[in-house]
Every structure is written in C-alpha cells, then in structure tokens.
T-cell receptor, first 112, second 112 residues
Framework: AQSVSQHNHHVILSEAASLELGCNYS??????LFWYVQYPGQHLQLLLK??????LVKGIKGFEAEFIKSKFSFNLRKPSVQWSDAAEYFC??????????FGAGTRLFVKA | DGGITQSPKYLFRKEGQNVTLSCEQN?????MYWYRQDPGQGLRLIYY???????QKGDIAEGYSVSREKKESFPLTVTSAQKNPTAFYLC???????????FGPGTRLTVL
C-alpha cells in the first residue's frame, strides 16, 4: 500500500538553528508532492509543492524542499528557524489518482 | 475573500445522535474532501467528491455519509454508527484531484 513516512513526530530546535524535516513515500511512479503547515489556531495551508522540473522547490517564509527521486524523499528545509515557525508540518503525496496521502505530521517546537 | 468555511467550530453530541457538519467553498473548485485528523495519525480521508452529484468513499467512510447537491457545498453527517466520532474534522477543496488542497478551519466534534 502507498504510504508517506515522516521521520519525527516532534522536533525541538533553538531559534536560528537549521531545520530539516524528513519525508519518504512508497510509490515508484510519477508523484505530486506537497508540504502543508498548520500554525496554532490556523487553517492547514500549503507551504510548497513539486509537480515537475527543478527538484529544489522554494515555498513561503523561506522554506524549501528537495525531491530526490532515487530516495523517494521530499525533505523540507529552512536555514534558520524563527519562533513563528512553531507549527505542525505535513508531507503529502499524490500518485496521480484521486487520493492525496498525508504523513502523520511533525510538530516543531522552537526555543527562544 | 475566497475560501472555505466550516461550521460549527465546536460541536457536542450525545451518543446515538446523528450530526451534520457544514462545509462551503467559494473558490469554484470542483473537488471537495472530508478528512478526520487525530493526534499522531495525520489526515485520513473520509469521503471525496470530484463533481456535483458524485462522491466516493475514502479510507474510513464507515459511519459517515455525505451529499454534493451543489458545487459549493459538501456536508458531512456523522451517524450513530460511527464508533469513535470524537475528532477534528477538516474539509478541503481543490481544482482537481491531483492539485493542492485548500482547507477550512475545521470542526471539533466531541461525543459526550
């Protein structure tokens, strides 16, 4: 069965530290890839997406993600996290069908 | 402003009662979805609809029902047959089934 795995349920970082959230999926064909973010008390919203082309995609608020097809990965990165980045992050994969599969989420805590 | 609205924000229900959650979008999107979000489990698809008057079961449809009589509306009924209905319910829409989804603010249902 197709699945999406996020490496950590919780991540705790200090402000200005670099962030990398892992995401792996199990599907060998063409995929559309997404990262969504859910800030406390706010709607789930799109952070960035990859459909085709340059595997390094940039999103809002300084986030970027790299699609590595050989590793079935789509890791999310940010060079320097801010207190306002504290949120829950979801990786999602669409394999061309009706369903987008979401990972379990990674909750980011940022220490001042 | 275009977006998705869900109502109510909080809902309390007694065991044995059916309850309907509202979802309305003014984005002119064809596809709409209902997800259930439980801690540590990500988003699980309950039902989706690709066009008006058509909807399909997702992974966890048992105990739920939907209708899609209008393009902008996709209400979800949580029936008494749902064994564990207490959860956070998210409605979403997209241009097509493979595109990024736009989410509503959610409804938190508690069964007393």
């Amino acid at each position: 069965a197709q699945s999406v795995s996020q490496h950590n349920h919780h991540v705790i970082l200090s402000e200005a530290a670099s962030l990398e959230l892992g995401c792996n999926y199990s599907y060998g064909g063409t995929v559309n890839l997404f990262w969504y973010v859910q800030y406390p008390g706010q709607h789930l919203q799109l952070l960035l997406k990859y459909f085709s082309g340059d595997p390094l995609v940039k999103g809002i608020k300084g986030f970027e993600a790299e699609f590595i097809k050989s590793k079935f990965s789509f890791n999310l990165r940010k060079p320097s996290v801010q207190w306002s980045d504290a949120a829950e992050y979801f990786c999602a994969v669409n394999t061309g069908g009706f369903k987008t599969i979401f990972g379990a989420g990674t909750r980011l805590f940022v220490k001042a | 402003d275009g977006g998705i609205t869900q109502s109510p924000k909080y809902l309390f229900r007694k065991e044995g009662q059916n309850v309907t959650l509202s979802c309305e979008q003014n984005l002119n999107h064809d596809a709409m979805y209902w997800y259930r979000q439980d801690p540590g489990q990500g988003l699980r698809l309950i039902y989706y609809s690709q066009i008006v008057n058509d909807f399909q079961k997702g992974d966890i449809a048992e105990g739920y029902s939907v209708s899609r009589e209008k393009k902008e509306s996709f209400p979800l009924t949580v029936t008494s047959a749902q064994k564990n209905p207490t959860a956070f319910y998210l409605c979403a829409s997209s241009i097509g089934l493979q595109n990024e989804q736009f989410f509503g603010p959610g409804t938190r249902l508690t069964v007393l």
